[in-house]
């Protein structure tokens, strides 16, 4: 396996996970957009009964968990593609029971008298509503589950301060060399080879 960095050989090529880049995955992401993270979203906990619970599940970086959530974000990608503040959602943990999955669902910012906590729960109908396969079994096409409970939060209230932040989004060994960085529309995770920000140079392709 010449991957670097928790990226997947498929046989043909490195599949990096979020943030690293490179043919190898052996280069972090020029700039991370963390602008989502700042809220407001929803998180959200939905059951999925027809995959099965495996312990490296637990791990963020081992393939089952990363195949799992890619199936997962594509069907919620696609029962919410025409909700109009819909920006995407982050997996946070899965566990067991079947697969309970905990996710937070990142939305624009809303006008100043809508009510976040009747999105939460217009949201969590979408995700009850939607067709789900006639054919539950595990080797389904398609997942089958039930999303349970709904948290709206306006804004993020942040553990982390923003350089903490920007350093848990990428590879232990590359977090040194990235800092925050504010703009008019949010918040960007970048380094010294970012181009167009104070400080920055050329890094050649290193």
Do not use: K
Request: charged fraction near 20%.
């Amino acid at each position: 396996d010449p991957c670097q960095n928790g990226g997947r050989w498929t046989g043909t090529a490195c599949l990096c996970p979020p943030n690293v880049d490179g043919p190898r995955c052996e280069f972090g992401a020029t700039t991370i957009n963390l602008t989502a993270e700042l809220g407001p979203f929803v998180t959200m906990m939905a059951r999925v009964t027809n995959r099965e619970f495996s312990e490296d599940m637990e791990d963020a970086s081992s393939p089952g968990h990363r195949r799992f959530t890619e199936e997962f974000s594509r069907t919620m990608d696609g029962i919410y593609r025409n909700v109009s503040d819909y920006r995407g959602i982050r997996v946070l943990s899965l566990t067991r029971g079947s697969v309970v999955v905990n996710y937070r669902i990142q939305l624009r910012p809303l006008p100043g008298n809508a009510s976040l906590e009747r999105r939460a729960l217009e949201l969590l109908a979408v995700a009850n509503a939607a067709a789900q396969p006639g054919n539950c079994s595990r080797s389904a096409d398609g997942l089958c589950f039930t999303a349970t409970s709904a948290r709206a939060t306006r804004a993020a209230s942040l553990a982390l301060n923003y350089t903490e932040l920007c350093r848990s989004h990428v590879p232990a060994n590359f977090s040194r060399f990235y800092f925050p960085y504010r703009t008019a529309n949010g918040l960007l995770c970048v380094t010294n080879c970012t181009l167009n920000v104070p400080g920055s140079f050329d890094c050649h392709q290193g």
